[in-house]
């Protein structure tokens, strides 16, 4: 689960991280008064406005209806509440959202901290996250910090730096110290960023993170290390032992389809493609998507019911699938083994009864446990449903249909 920057920082804060401080708004006036009170608290006497959106890009994305930026400085509390009210409200488009952009409900009034001193304020670029390849945690850095990091390391592949942690040891002190002079800081500097990532690790061990990307990371004018932004995303499989985790979830950033399906409990990611999709498993999920593309079309959703799938939940997944305006085709292909294929098919034929009108094709390819029984119910049913055995006749369905 992503969570948005302000809430990231809260939670590094609380692991002894350095961030930059700042305070949430939901309108003009809020973010006057959170200028105001930033001054009071730190003495800032620039105020940096942050759109809060689950996506990267924000300080070259554009509002559309105002034309403003999503992140922009502002000179006084008065001017800090004008410039939120061109921001709150307005869809940001960046990089990373499309052309359909994202709604912006709140911003975050942050202190400046590129502030005058005893050295250059300087960019870094850290992150925290599993290598599945060792099997192991591993810390990426880098001397480029600020700049998309795919692009860092397409052209710059010498200037990603790793450090990859024992899995029963953790990120020692000398690893810390050694990334830290890698990154070619030294004194006071580098004893910081060296806190700063044993600070950083114990966040993402300690709170099941499956990732923590700080972009940048700052070394201030005080050779201060801080997080200037913070990109969290959360295991939602840990949630057991962090309670309060479920509450930072924003259903506004999500598909409203997919929080729809997370109440049924259904592992469902909407695509941009014209098939839907419903599958038992994940493996036998990504062969379907795959057949789905060498018959010319394209995934609508990724849709697996699970082992213990019933009919009501078959039924839930169809109602989800048949909501995007987008799907011309659904093909249902399910292995049964724990679930069997019977109860796939009482689903789609319960759901097909409730629902009504149904107008696009349904291509149902159902092997394994009850498979015949399943095929009879269909077949007796009546529905206008094209059965199918194997997958490259499912592929051939699929093919027919969108032609």
Not at 14 to 20: A, I
Not at 126 to 150: F, H, P, Q, W, Y
Not at 267 to 273: A, P, Q, S, W
Request: charge should be negative.
């Amino acid at each position: 689960m992503n969570i948005h920057e302000y809430q990231g920082k809260e939670l590094l804060k609380k692991y002894g991280v350095t961030v930059q401080e700042g305070i949430i708004a939901r309108n003009a006036a809020e973010a006057q008064a959170a200028a105001e009170k930033l001054n009071a608290d730190t003495g800032t006497e620039f105020y940096v406005v942050k759109a809060q959106i689950h996506a990267g890009g924000r300080g070259k994305g554009t509002i559309k209806e105002t034309g403003s930026r999503g992140v922009v400085i502002a000179k006084s509390p008065q001017e800090t509440g004008e410039k939120a009210a061109k921001i709150l409200g307005g869809t940001l488009v960046t990089i990373q959202t499309g052309e359909e952009g994202k709604k912006v409900n709140q911003v975050l009034v942050a202190q400046d901290v590129y502030y005058k001193g005893e050295a250059e304020p300087k960019e870094f670029y850290v992150s925290v996250l599993l290598d599945r390849a060792k099997n192991c945690n591993v810390i990426v850095a880098s001397t480029e910090g600020g700049m998309d990091i795919e692009e860092v390391a397409e052209k710059h592949p010498d200037k990603i730096l790793r450090e990859w942690a024992d899995p029963l040891l953790g990120l020692q002190p000398f690893q810390a110290q050694k990334m830290a002079y890698r990154l070619g800081l030294e004194g006071k500097a580098a004893k910081e960023m060296t806190k700063f990532l044993l600070s950083l690790y114990a966040a993402y061990v300690g709170s099941d993170a499956s990732m923590i990307e700080i972009n940048p990371a700052l070394r201030a004018a005080d050779n201060r290390i801080l997080a200037v932004d913070a990109k969290v995303a959360l295991d939602e499989n840990a949630f057991y032992r962090h309670k309060g985790f479920p509450e930072l979830r924003d259903e506004a950033e999500e598909s409203p389809l997919e929080v729809e399906a997370s109440k049924y409990n259904l592992n469902y990611v909407k695509l941009d493609g014209n098939v839907g999709c419903m599958v038992n498993g994940a493996g036998l999920a990504m062969a379907t998507m795959d057949i789905i593309k060498l018959s010319g079309g394209e995934p609508a959703n990724f849709l697996d019911v699970g082992g213990g799938a019933s009919a009501e939940t078959v039924e839930k997944g169809f109602r989800i699938i048949l909501q995007d305006p987008n799907v011309k085709a659904i093909l249902i292909n399910i292995f049964g083994g724990i679930v069997r294929c019977d109860r796939v098919a009482n689903g789609v034929v319960e759901a097909y009864k409730n629902i009504g009108d149904i107008k696009v094709p349904i291509i149902v390819r159902l092997q394994g446990t009850n498979a015949e029984e399943g095929a009879k119910i269909i077949k007796e049913s009546g529905l206008n449903v094209i059965p199918a055995i194997v997958l490259k006749e499912a592929a051939e369905k699929v093919r027919e249909v969108l032609a």
